[in-house]
């Protein structure tokens, strides 16, 4: 437990279950144990940094709420500390994260895409990428997400929620009717972008500031967006839980919330708080040292957020959704034992972790879902399952093409099978192709995934395993050659270059066995199943940023950031993109 930690539902440990002392990283058939929690601490463990002592858990049952609302908040993270793929194992410390992930529903077979932009995209559409027409960061940062299809947070609006957004948008600015107030948010406060400094929120060497506040008009006819100066020296993981606590203490206990609050944490570039690095000098590397410690604060950001819910009296009724937008960047994480990470379609680049909390999961406490699930499923599962809207009007007028997400709720409350059999990461299309055409590229091709068989198609990225402790090593070790000895040029140390692999991702997790000679029915099935999902009626229009229509509009991007000293929506012209067969090829 924590000082931290004063919050109700949760009591600390007061028995010893079983208690191991060892070497870091923690043994790995201890990590794996579904019946324990391995990273909590006793209290002598804080005189002894960097050990793991494993303790009884005892939730207590949740206070009576006193409103029929279902509060929603969604914490997304890069990428989710949780055993047993966290960087840092038994060196990070986060007894926030831990407790919920023990008093809550872990999500053990939860996928998503491996960079951040397409899933957060696919979160909020409910459509894999393909259909949204955003296959990397390149998609959003010029144009943004499609306005044809409708997004979770106006849905919620609707039925009746107050929507609200704090902290890494990233699925696109172009104009104010794509920024998130555009999109359903009553307020927003964040960054468009990916990766500003963390103390400074500037981007482009320090000459742009990448934070903005907006707000939508009672009537949602109009937004107002302003560049947010004068937070400099703030660190962005404290600024965003600020803002979400003000949020939360100011909201009415009978109106139903919606935060999405997308934490900066733990993307590039790795800075953390001195507070958090003092905690954190056991580690020795100082690399994994300050990821951790970017991991700490995190946490600490987390306590806060469920300590404000607790006092404003939304925590009887709320729902606490933790989830990673992809794996580990093999720069500073790890995800052993799985193979690659982020950038790749190997299960460490999309495989990732995803807790579900707070008093509405109170009954089934402490379990473990192995169900199927993906990224997209989130929008009906909240939308439906949780908020009560109707599923009609939620599959099938919210866009040009139905959600491609499932309603998990039911069978998450009950353990019982998902309802999802299936996920199409990617398809081979005019916009993406098999081969790959760019020798810096992270991966190419696509992935599908049917029960327990995954398909690979064409190079899926870093193919190594990367042992505990992670080694430091680029991501670019050559202008050709990949770290895992892949060469673009020639194929040579490509696995599944310009072909196809198998594996079963339930039997050999760490995708080592190609089974794609060994059981060539399953192969051509998939593959034809992969032919039916890549043909052109499925796809939805990509602008590319390598036609003078995209190098048109990166100028004025340019043009109007420079002009306000910080990025901000710059055209007034909306993209529909609902599968025009005439665009250009990339």
């Known amino acids: 437990g924590s000082s931290r930690w ?13 208690r191991h002392w060892g070497p870091r990283p923690c043994p790995r058939e201890l990590a794996s144990s579904q019946n324990v929690a391995y990273t909590f601490r006793s209290p002598d463990a804080r005189k002894r940094p960097g050990q793991c002592a494993l303790f009884a858990q ?107 957004f704090v902290g890494k948008y990233h699925v696109g600015s172009r104009t104010p009717q794509q920024s998130p107030t555009g999109r359903g948010f009553l307020t927003a406060f964040g960054m468009y972008g990916c990766c500003g400094d963390h103390f400074t929120h500037m981007i482009r060497n320090g000459k742009r500031l990448d934070l903005f506040a907006a707000t939508r008009s009672n009537t949602g006819n109009q937004t107002r967006i ?36 997308a934490y900066q944490a733990a993307h590039a570039p790795i800075q953390a708080p001195n507070d958090a690095l003092a905690r954190n000098a056991h580690i020795a590397d100082k690399t994994r040292r300050t990821f951790s410690s970017m991991l700490t604060a995190l946490d600490d950001g987390i306590a806060r957020v469920v300590q404000a819910l607790q006092e404003s009296g939304l925590w009887p009724n709320t729902l606490l959704v933790l989830h990673s937008d992809n794996g580990a960047s093999p720069r500073n994480g790890n995800n052993f034992p799985l193979r690659g990470g982020k950038f790749g379609w190997y299960e460490g680049g999309v495989k990732v972790d995803a807790v579900l909390a707070g008093p509405l999961v109170h009954p089934i406490r402490g379990r473990t ?71 810096i590229m992270y991966n190419c091709g696509a992935a599908l995934r049917s029960q327990q ?21 680029s991501l670019q070790s050559s202008q050709t050659v990949h770290p895992d000895g892949c060469d673009l040029t020639t194929g040579e140390n490509c696995p599944c270059y310009r072909s196809y692999c ?30 039916e999902l890549s043909t052109e009626s499925a796809q939805a229009t990509r602008i590319c940023p390598h036609t003078e229509e995209g190098a048109a509009d990166n100028k004025r991007q340019h043009k109007v950031g420079w002009a306000a000293g910080a990025d901000l929506p710059w055209s007034d012209t909306v993209k529909v993109w609902l599968n025009d067969l005439e665009a250009p090829t990339c």
């Not at 004068?230 to 803002?243: D, M, Q, R, V």
């Not at 069978?411 to 993406?432: C, G, H, W």
């Open 369 to 439: 879902w192995s169900g199927l699930a993906h990224i997209t499923d989130l929008y009906p599962t909240l939308a439906v399952g949780v908020a009560g809207a109707p599923s009609a009007m939620v599959m099938h007028e919210t866009g040009p093409v139905a959600p491609d997400g499932k309603n998990l709720w039911d069978a998450i409350l009950t353990d019982s099978a998902s309802p999802r059999q299936e996920i199409a990461f990617n398809v081979i299309n005019k916009y993406n192709v098999l081969a790959c055409n760019d020798t």
């Open 6 to 18: 004063p919050h109700r539902d949760f009591k600390a440990p007061t028995t010893i279950q079983q």
């Open 502 to 531: 198998l594996y079963d991702v339930e039997a050999d997790p760490s995708e080592s066995r190609d089974l794609s000679e060994s059981r060539p029915e399953k192969l051509a099935e998939l593959i034809a199943r992969m032919e």
């Open 226 to 261: 302003t560049p947010a100066f004068g937070y400099e020296g703030i660190y962005s993981t404290a600024l965003f839980t600020n803002k979400a606590v003000r949020i939360i203490q100011r909201h009415p206990p009978n109106k139903p919330l919606y935060l999405l609050l």
């Open 58 to 164: 005892r939730c207590a049952p949740p206070l009576p709420p006193r409103h029929r609302h279902r509060h929603l908040l969604t914490a997304v993270t890069f990428p989710l500390p949780i055993l047993p793929r966290s960087l840092t194992l038994c060196q990070s410390r986060t007894p926030t994260i831990d407790q919920l992930r023990q008093c809550g529903v872990h999500l053990t077979n939860f996928y998503a895409a491996p960079t951040c932009a397409p899933s957060r995209s696919q979160m909020l559409a409910g459509r894999y990428g393909f259909r949204v027409g955003v296959y990397d960061g390149r998609d959003t940062t010029s144009n943004g997400l499609p306005v044809n299809f409708t997004l979770l947070p106006e849905v919620l609006r609707v039925h009746g929620y107050k929507p609200h």
């Open 453 to 473: 068989w995954k398909l690979l198609a064409g190079y899926p990225g870093d193919s190594r395993v990367i042992p505990v402790p992670p080694r430091q090593f």
